[in-house]
């Protein structure tokens, strides 16, 4: 999640399970009441404007597109959120440096390793901590899962891990077999609708450790 806010004692608009995730997988927690699109959209929109100009103008200026895209992002999680998540912060570094290669070299092989890297740091940073018995997953996530126990948190970082590590390996399949365009249109819908889906598939085990949907007054 791009913002890790304590939880609100208001009225809330409407019930969360905590189960989104972000374009590179990720899941995500609530963002500021009345605003628990925002992360979403911050994750979801410079993917979203790299595929549509590249559709229309280009490989290598829809790159530069969407390194723009991507800084405005992190300026608005900062304007808007209060700070920046981990993951965006990543995703924005490695947007820039291996879009800064695909523009200097002209080869598009460079954005396309941006997912890998990430995929393959969470990874180990999940899978790392849950080997240690320490969930890292929480720390990222804090305010969201609301009742988590330590088991669940731990079986939820493993699974992310697990999960994370799958991508980047699909990743390299993808992009070493694929056309570009194929690769782009798979990142952007494919890689969403799986993350979603297997963050759904999370939720009874979730449920079984202690995780309350909606707000429960005391």
């Known amino acids: ?13 409407g019930p969360s399970t905590g189960i989104d995730a972000t374009i590179d997988g990720a899941p995500l927690a609530p963002g500021p009441k009345g605003e628990s699109w925002l992360p979403m959209a911050l994750d979801f929109g410079p993917l979203l404007v790299f595929f549509i100009a590249t559709k229309f103008i280009g490989i290598f200026a829809g ?24 993951m965006l912060w990543l995703s924005a570094i490695l947007v820039l440096f291996f879009g800064a290669l695909t523009l200097y070299f002209h080869d598009p092989q460079f954005i396309q390793a941006k997912p890998t890297i990430i995929y393959g740091f969470f990874a180990l940073m999940l899978l790392g901590g849950w080997l240690r018995g320490k969930p890292l997953l929480r720390y990222l ?72 949907l909606g707000d429960k007054n005391a």
Request: aromatic share 10%; no cysteine.
């Open 63 to 86: 790159t530069a597109t969407f390194m723009a895209a991507i800084a405005i992002a992190v300026a608005v999680s900062k304007w808007r959120l209060g700070k920046v998540s981990p």
């Open 141 to 212: 996530l804090q305010s969201a899962y609301s009742g988590l126990s330590e088991i669940g948190w731990l079986k939820l970082s493993r699974n992310w891990g697990v999960f994370f590590l799958v991508l980047a390996i699909a990743n390299e399949i993808m992009r070493a077999t694929l056309s570009f365009d194929s690769w782009l249109a798979i990142k952007v819908w494919g890689v969403t609708i799986i993350s979603m889906l297997f963050a759904m598939a999370n939720l009874p085990m979730l449920m079984k450790h202690g995780l309350t």
């Open 1 to 13: 999640m791009h913002a890790d806010e304590t939880p609100s004692t208001g009225p809330s608009t």
